[in-house]
C-alpha cells in the first residue's frame, strides 16, 4: 500500500512543483505587461495602431506621411485598431490587451499542441514543463529577439504580433494533427481543413516569419502523420492550402507576395549566427538528445522533422548568406526544447527520465539566471540584489514628452533612433527608423535626415530639407548637428532627457 501511494504522491508533487514555477513566470511577465517596458520596436506597433485607430480604411504609412501599404497592417493589428476605435483607448493600452491575449495564446498552445504529443493521460504536467523549457532552456548568455520565446525575449515582445503568432502556431499544428487524425483514417471534414487554411493565412500576415515556422511545423506534422495520410485527408489540405493562399492574396493592407523578393535584410539578421552556443547551446544539446532518442522510437516523429526542416534552412542561410533565413531558428529551438520536456516524461527507462531530469533541471537554472534580469522591469532595480541588478538592462524611456507640443500628424525630423519611437505617439517622421519595402522614396528621406544633420551641409539646403518635407518640429541633441539652436527658423519648445531638445520650425 506504501508503495502505490508513493507512486500516486511522487507524479502530484512534481506537478504541483511544475506549476508553482510555471505560476511564478507567468505572474512576472503579467506584470511586466503592466508596467510595458519599452524596447526593440514597439515604436512602430504602437504607431500602427494609432494610424488604424485613426482611419481604419485609409491609414497611410504607419512612420512617415505617405500613402503606402504596409506589412504592419495584419489580421492581428486591424483587430486592435478596431478595439482603439471603438473603446477610445490609447495604442499603449490596447497593446496591454495584446500582450494578454497574446501570452493567453501562447500557454494555452503549448497545453494544446503537447497534448497531441504525448500518450499520456495526465497532459498538465508535461506541459507545464514545455512551457519553462521554452522560456528558460537556452543557453549561458542572454539572447533577445522578437519571435523567440526566452524569458528576457517574451518580457519585451510579449505584445508583438510575433507573441500573437507563435501562440496561434501551437493551436494551428495541435489543429492539425487532429485534423490528420480525426475519425481513424478519414480525418477532419472539410469544415476543419478550411479553417485550418484561413488560420494559417493569418499567421503568415500577422508575423512573416512566424508564418515560416508555422509553415515548417505544419509540413512536420503531415509528414509525421500515422497513419499515412488518404488520398482524401490530401485532396482536404490542397483545399485548405488554396483557401489560405486565396486569403493572402485578396488582403487589401499590403501585398504579401511583394514581401518575397525584398531584401536589405541581411546585415541586420547576421547576428542570429553568431555566438550560437552561448545563446542556444544547451537547448540544442540537450534537445539533440531527447530528439534523437524520439528518432529510435519514430523515424518520421514530428518533432524530429521539424527541427530538421528547420535545421537546413538555418544551416543554408548561413552558408549563402541570406542571414534573414535565420529567423527559422524558432523551428529548431522549439521543437528541441518540447522533446527535451516530453522526455522527461517518456516511456525510457526510469533511471534515464531521472537522470535526464536533473540535467535539465541545472539547465533550467542557468538559463532562470542568465535571464535574472528580467526582474528589473517589475521590481525597483534598488531592491535587487546586486548580481540580480548587473544583469538588468532599463528600457528605453519614449517620447510622451513631445506630446504636449506636437499634434497627431505633425512630421518631425529626427535620427533614426529617436524615428523608432516618435510615431508611436501620433506623429509622422521624415525618413521611416526600419526598412520600408513599400516606401519607394526611403532612401531620398534617410539621405535628407543625414544631410539635414551633417556639419557640411549649407544652410539653405538644410531649410530646403525642412519645407520639402513639412517639418514642424526638430527633435536633436546639442552635438548631432543641424541648424544651430539660435537660427531664426527654429524656436526652442522643450527639454526632455538626456538634453534631448524639441526644435518648433518657423514659419
Not at 124 to 152: D, E, H, K, R, V
Not at 178 to 196: H, Q, S, T
Not at 326 to 343: F, K, N
Amino acid at each position: 500500500m506504501r508503495v502505490a501511494t508513493n507512486a500516486v504522491i511522487r507524479p502530484s508533487a512534481r506537478a504541483a512543483a511544475l506549476a508553482a514555477l510555471a505560476l511564478l513566470l507567468l505572474v512576472l511577465l503579467l506584470l511586466v505587461i503592466v508596467r510595458l517596458p519599452w524596447a526593440g520596436d514597439l515604436g512602430i506597433h504602437a504607431a500602427t495602431i494609432a494610424r488604424l485607430r485613426h482611419d481604419l480604411a485609409d491609414p497611410g504609412n504607419p512612420l512617415v506621411d505617405a500613402d503606402t501599404p504596409s506589412p504592419y497592417y495584419s489580421p492581428w493589428t486591424l483587430l486592435l485598431g478596431c478595439l482603439a476605435k471603438v473603446t477610445g483607448l490609447s495604442a499603449f493600452a490596447v497593446l496591454r490587451v495584446a500582450a494578454v491575449a497574446g501570452l493567453a495564446l501562447l500557454v494555452t498552445g503549448v497545453r494544446h499542441f503537447v497534448g497531441t504529443l504525448t500518450d499520456r493521460r495526465g497532459v498538465i504536467a508535461p506541459a507545464l514543463l514545455a512551457l519553462l523549457c521554452l522560456l528558460l532552456l537556452w543557453g549561458p548568455g542572454l539572447f533577445t529577439w522578437s519571435g523567440f520565446l526566452g524569458l528576457n525575449s517574451l518580457a519585451l515582445t510579449v505584445s508583438y504580433p510575433s507573441t500573437f503568432a507563435l501562440g496561434l502556431s501551437f493551436h494551428f499544428w495541435a489543429l492539425l494533427r487532429r485534423a490528420l487524425r480525426g475519425a481513424g483514417r478519414r480525418g477532419a471534414g472539410w469544415p476543419g481543413f478550411l479553417g485550418l487554411g484561413v488560420l494559417w493565412s493569418v499567421i503568415l500576415l500577422s508575423h512573416q516569419f512566424t508564418g515560416v515556422v508555422a509553415s515548417f511545423g505544419g509540413l512536420a506534422m503531415v509528414l509525421g502523420a500515422r497513419p499515412w495520410p488518404t488520398r482524401g485527408l490530401l485532396l482536404r489540405l490542397a483545399g485548405a492550402l488554396a483557401l489560405g493562399l486565396a486569403v493572402l492574396l485578396a488582403w487589401p493592407y499590403y501585398s504579401f507576395f511583394d514581401l518575397l523578393g525584398v531584401g536589405g535584410l541581411e546585415e541586420i539578421h547576421r547576428s542570429l549566427y553568431r555566438h550560437l552556443p552561448s545563446h542556444f547551446g544547451l537547448a540544442l544539446l540537450l534537445g539533440a538528445v531527447a530528439l534523437a532518442l524520439r528518432w529510435r522510437r519514430d523515424r518520421r516523429d514530428p518533432l524530429v522533422l521539424f527541427f530538421l526542416l528547420g535545421a537546413v534552412m538555418f544551416a543554408a542561410g548561413g552558408l549563402t548568406g541570406h542571414y534573414s533565413w535565420g529567423r527559422v531558428l524558432p523551428a529548431v529551438l522549439i521543437p528541441a526544447q518540447l522533446a527535451v520536456a516530453l522526455e522527461v516524461f517518456g516511456a525510457g527507462r526510469a533511471g534515464v527520465r531521472r537522470g535526464f531530469a536533473w540535467l535539465l533541471g541545472a539547465a533550467l537554472l542557468v538559463g532562470a539566471w542568465t535571464q535574472a534580469g528580467t526582474l528589473g522591469y517589475v521590481v525597483p532595480r534598488d531592491a535587487l540584489p546586486a548580481p540580480v541588478a548587473a544583469k538588468y538592462r532599463p528600457p528605453w524611456p519614449g517620447y510622451r514628452w513631445l506630446t504636449e507640443k506636437v499634434r497627431y500628424g505633425d512630421v518631425v525630423l529626427a535620427k533614426t533612433f529617436p524615428s523608432r519611437q516618435i510615431p508611436a505617439y501620433g506623429p509622422y517622421t521624415v525618413a521611416p527608423g526600419y526598412p520600408d519595402f513599400f516606401l519607394p522614396d526611403q532612401e531620398e528621406r534617410v539621405a535628407a535626415v543625414r544631410d539635414y544633420f551633417a556639419p557640411s551641409t549649407p544652410r539653405a539646403a538644410r531649410l530646403d530639407i525642412l519645407r520639402r518635407y513639412g517639418v514642424r518640429w526638430v527633435v536633436a541633441y546639442p552635438s548631432d548637428g543641424g541648424l544651430p539652436a539660435d537660427d531664426p527658423a527654429l524656436r526652442r519648445a522643450a527639454t526632455g532627457p538626456r538634453g534631448q531638445v524639441l526644435y518648433e520650425v518657423r514659419g
